[in-house]
């Protein structure tokens, strides 16, 4: 929707994909997607130097891509860095190198046109699957094939290092190695034409805490350079020249927001308590070491959802027993005393690792994932299960069991835990709990109760499976709704089912304020979030009531 008036003010409608508010100048950036040049061509006798040079870039690049990871770990979100170390992956494909190289020799052309011309093609191949990991790779093609021609032309300098401090970054979309240079510069918001909320763009953007509106068609043409623009991202508007009357109301609620959250942060440490005197636990999802300090300092009560994937990730080999234990440690020595749970690896589907054999699946969504694939690889869960044993000895440690679908899933853990407790001479077991991120496993907390001691809602993905709609794929945006009724309804189900059991959410439903009536309504009574909403959402619980009378 664009509406403008006489004073060439416009109202711009899109979708809201990370929460906020900001003022700023827009900075219109039109370097996002670089069009197919010509091909150079070359000699059959420089053939072997088009080799070289592309086995020198994709050696920088991945060096590149490794510090990045490193980066956007400690200053932004474990889980994102996650992105880079898959792009590490995915750059050294063999069978990548192999059509690259394919295409040097057969067409005789550089090696800059060669990776041009290649990963246009796996990009257009992952759009035409049907599967959720095709989907989810047509921007990462697009971003290392960008870092890798960037390498071949010794192109050092990122496009938006120079935006201007106060930006409101305007862009067709955001690649995943955009956005770290957004965190070093003062950009306020960002508005694209395409990006959906579950997509990497969405991702950094909450974990960075900018506002971000997307969804906004011919957003090149339609929006002005260096014009003031007011951005509610919690309403998916902005407003372009406003007059002065509208900034003055922006401005006014821009106060509020920022007198309520200072005040929030202000009762951070102290127990959140319903207005019908129930204490409901905040804890936080953490990946790093950082992660926890931060969640600590903002009055998380512990941590309720530990990452551990990135542990794993940019290996060849996967980490041992000790490995493990110094990394856990070392993450969640901040939260030391407090209780913390460890989810098991959670792996397969659209993160696959060169340590395990990958079987191409038609929708891998559907198919291996979680403990479908650590009851495949017994060796790297009995690895994880004596780790986090061992943890036990100076952390009051839970263990939780990622895409539970059947109730034999948290068995075959238990059995193990139980074997491996007793070789160990371990006194008493972790708790152990279910991810319930399946409808299947959502019907079945009865069953599963007798081998669990919590369940634990991954809303993200029992959104995507209950709807059958990956919240990656913008055709079908509309359907993944994880407040609508029918989640609340299994969540309730599951509480009916399973009445003594404790609840816990820690999807991203649990991060938003204005859903914790109804998730408390639901019995759960433990919530786990990103470490900068813990005071927001124990403010959100003081004006909650547990029962709706």
């Not at 170390?85 to 057969?106: C, F, K, S, W, Y």
């Not at 921007?139 to 496009?159: C, E, Q």
């Not at 999802?285 to 969640?295: E, I, Q």
């Not at 900068?532 to 709706?548: G, M």
Request: aromatic content about 4%; overall charge negative.
């Amino acid at each position: 929707m664009l509406m403008c008036d006489k004073e060439a003010t416009l109202l711009i409608q899109g979708k809201g994909i990370s929460p906020g508010l900001a003022e700023g100048r827009t900075f219109v950036h039109r370097d996002m997607l670089r069009s197919l040049d010509a091909p150079t061509g070359i000699k059959a006798e420089n053939i072997e130097r088009e080799f070289g040079h592309l086995d020198d870039a994709t050696a920088r690049t991945t060096g590149d891509l490794l510090v990045l990871a490193t980066r956007v770990e400690k200053e932004i979100d474990s889980r994102l860095a996650a992105v880079f170390e898959t792009h590490q992956v995915m750059l050294n494909d063999p069978t990548l190198r192999e059509e690259l190289r394919a295409e040097i020799r057969g067409n005789l052309v550089s090696a800059s046109s060669a990776v041009k011309a290649v990963f246009l093609r796996w990009e257009k191949r992952f759009l035409l699957m049907e599967s959720q990991l095709a989907r989810h790779k047509g921007d990462d093609m697009r971003d290392i094939s960008k870092r890798l021609s960037d390498a071949l032309a010794g192109i050092k300098i990122h496009p938006l290092e120079h935006i201007p401090p106060g930006s409101v970054l305007v862009a067709n979309r955001l690649l995943p190695s955009d956005t770290i240079f957004l965190s070093q510069h003062s950009t306020v918001a960002v508005l694209l034409e395409y990006g959906g909320a579950g997509s990497h763009a969405a991702l950094f953007a909450r974990a960075m805490g900018l506002p971000c509106i997307a969804d906004i068609p011919m957003i090149l043409k339609r929006v002005p350079a260096d014009a003031l623009a007011l951005v509610d991202a919690n309403l998916g508007e902005v407003i372009i020249g406003p007059q002065a009357k509208q900034k003055a109301i922006f401005r006014q609620k821009v106060d509020a927001r920022r007198k309520a959250f200072i005040a929030a942060q202000a009762r951070a440490r102290e127990q959140a308590v319903t207005r019908d005197g129930v204490a409901i636990a905040v804890l936080a999802n953490v990946g790093c070491r950082d992660d926890t300090k931060r969640a600590m300092e903002n009055g998380a009560e512990g941590v309720g959802l530990y990452r551990t994937e990135h542990i794993y990730m940019g290996r060849m080999t996967p980490p041992d027993v000790d490995e493990l234990l110094d990394e856990m440690r070392r993450t969640l020595e901040p939260a030391q005393g407090n209780p913390v749970c460890v989810r098991l690896l959670d792996i397969g589907a659209d993160k696959p690792f060169p340590f395990i054999s990958f079987l191409a699946e038609t929708n891998p969504a559907l198919g291996r994932r979680g403990i479908r694939l650590l009851r495949e690889y017994p060796g790297l869960l009995e690895t994880q299960l004596q780790a986090v044993l061992k943890l036990s000895e100076e952390f009051d440690v839970r263990i939780l069991v990622p895409m539970v679908a059947l109730p034999e899933d948290v068995a075959k853990v238990k059995e193990c835990l139980t074997h491996l407790g007793s070789e160990l001479r371990v006194s008493a077991l972790p708790k152990l709990g279910a991810m319930i991120e399946t409808p299947a496993a959502a019907l079945s907390a009865q069953a599963i109760e007798q081998y669990a001691d919590f369940l634990s809602f991954g809303t993200n993905d029992l959104t995507q499976y209950t709807f059958a709609a990956d919240r990656e794929n913008a055709a079908v945006e509309q359907y993944f709704n994880d407040a609508a009724d029918v989640i609340f309804r299994l969540l309730q189900i599951t509480h009916d089912d399973a009445p003594g059991m404790p609840l816990s959410v820690c999807g991203e439903l649990a991060g938003r304020a204005e859903h914790i009536p109804k998730l408390l309504q639901c019995g759960v009574r433990t919530l786990s979030v990103a470490p900068p909403l813990i005071p927001i959402i124990k403010e959100a619980i003081r004006e909650s009531r547990c029962n709706a009378t």
